[in-house]
């Protein structure tokens, strides 16, 4: 069973995966991916060299990130190609480690999950919710960004009602560490039930 986990910038996913990794469950993370297909010899990143040329890497051949959202950011065909050269190399190498994944069940975090087609990939969605108070608190101590650079990406981002009309479970992220770490034992055990209950089913 795959269960896909997501919510707005500082709702507190990292922390959520990380206990569920405790557990001894597999976290397949959508932005360590995005990451790991666009490392030098690689070959998204050397289609990125030729289409944008060299000097969008950096001195030791990694990609120059500032500059290349510079370039997306202010460009929307330039945006709409680089999606479409990672976009599939990402979902192939998603789908490739959800696959050999070995625990009771699965856990693919993704803070794009549902505005992309990634929900396709799960059997139900979680969805780590706090208020927006919370979030540009947690995101601007987190990333050292000023409120209202997070106060824009919240406003890109899919809206709470969206989100929660998606979602299957919710973990209302609110509190301390001590009441997270409740909120994941109890949707763990679970989950557990229906990963049992699925594989009778197969």
């Given amino acids: 069973m795959i269960i896909g986990l997501t919510g707005g910038i500082g709702s507190g996913k990292s922390e959520v995966s990380r206990r569920f990794q405790a557990l ?22 050397q289609h ?53 994944a070995k625990s009771t069940y699965v856990i693919l975090a993704s803070p794009l999950l549902l505005e992309t087609t990634q929900h396709q990939m ?13 979030q540009l608190t947690r995101a601007s101590e987190r990333d050292q960004s000023n409120r209202e650079q997070i ?5 890109t981002q899919m809206s709470r009602v969206d989100r929660y009309a998606k979602a299957d479970d919710i973990i209302h992220n609110h509190g301390d560490l001590a009441e997270l770490d409740e909120h994941v034992k109890k949707l763990h055990a679970h989950y557990l039930t229906l990963s049992q209950q699925m594989e009778k089913h197969d």
């Fill in 151 to 155: 106060k824009k990406i919240i406003t």
């Fill in 24 to 45: 001894g469950i597999t976290i397949i993370d959508a932005d360590d991916i995005a990451r790991q297909v666009v490392e030098p010899n690689q070959p998204a990143l």
């Fill in 122 to 134: 799960v059997e139900r969605i979680l969805v780590i919710d706090a208020s927006e108070e919370l």
């Fill in 48 to 100: 990125i060299a030729t289409h944008f040329g060299k000097n969008i890497l950096n001195a030791n051949d990694t990609l120059n990130r500032a500059k290349l959202r510079q370039i997306i950011f202010s460009n929307a065909l330039e945006k709409i190609w680089l999606e479409n050269l990672l976009h599939p190399i990402i979902r192939e190498e998603t789908i490739q480690q959800l696959h050999s």
